[in-house]
């Protein structure tokens, strides 16, 4: 069953496009009608990171037809590791250029628009207006307060991702929706800022972590499947330990609370 997100106007798939999707549309929960939905969808993908490199290339090959891309980090020897979007001679480049040369490559007709900043409490959200949704990838309490803020604001779903040695986290909020928790209800008490930033990433659990933001990405968006809407998938790679826990909304949380 579909979702309420709504399909903007009636996109057709081209023959080319036919060929290029061919195994999405094999699919019978995506099918044609799904994959001409993809092609409508605006989804802002904040961060470019460990976890932003493999969302960038499935965004990229799996027909999204617009993405904003929002990061101000420039690239350097020590990303190599995790940021697979990267290579050694883009050091000292722009993450969001490189990115969305990248991703231009891959697919020739997607829109890409970035912005090259970090995003602050004053910054032109104006991007976010016609997102279908918004993906965070980020690396910063602060900045993911942000983000939640501004898609509570917007009325966007929010799909959140974490990685810090070989923990990962991933939880998608529908703060589109009434009445549901959003980031704040689960990590208020939280104010290490710089918690995850300092500390050591096993690479592979980015690309884990990345890759499955891009399949609830999917999911939401066609409104598919058993999805992490206010849900916590918490990872330990190191054992191999995968676990979901249910979230509530807080009903004192002063961030959701102020946005109905
Ligand atoms: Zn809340």
């Known amino acids: 069953m579909r979702t309420k997100i709504k399909i903007k106007k009636n996109t057709l798939l081209t ?22 939905l993809l092609k409508e969808k605006h989804v802002v993908l904040i961060g470019l990171g460990g976890l932003g490199s493999p969302l960038a290339y499935y965004l990229a090959s799996s027909g999204i037809g617009q993405v904003t891309l929002v990061d101000d980090d420039i690239i350097d020897t020590t990303n190599l590791q995790r940021q697979i979007l990267y290579s050694e ?25 970035i912005i090259s900043e970090r995003l602050e409490r004053n910054s032109d959200f104006s991007c976010f207006n016609d997102a279908d949704l918004i993906i965070d990838a980020t690396d910063n309490f602060e900045t993911r307060s942000l983000i939640n803020r501004i898609s509570l604001e917007n009325r966007v779903p929010l799909i959140m991702g974490a990685a810090i040695k070989f923990s990962g986290q991933i939880i998608v909020f529908r ?38 933001q891009a399949s609830e990405c999917f999911k939401v968006l066609l409104g598919i499947g058993e999805r992490l809407e206010s849900r916590l ?11 979901i826990i249910s979230l509530n909304r807080d009903k004192q949380c002063k961030v959701c609370n102020d946005n109905t």
């Not at 990872?235 to 330990?241: F, R, S, T």
């Open 15 to 36: 023959d080319e496009e036919l060929l290029r999707f061919n195994k999405h549309i094999l699919l019978d929960d995506i099918n044609i009608e799904g994959q001409a």
């Open 89 to 113: 001679e883009d050091v000292g480049k722009k993450k969001v250029d490189i990115a969305k040369f990248k991703m231009q490559k891959l697919c020739t007709d997607m829109k890409i628009n």
């Open 175 to 212: 703060n589109d929706l009434e009445d549901q928790p959003c980031y704040n209800c689960l990590y208020e008490s939280i104010s290490d800022s710089n918690a995850c930033v300092d500390s050591g990433v096993f690479a592979a659990l980015t690309g884990v972590v990345g890759s499955i």
């Open 233 to 243: 998938l918490t990872i330990d790679l190191k054992n191999n330990d995968f676990r």
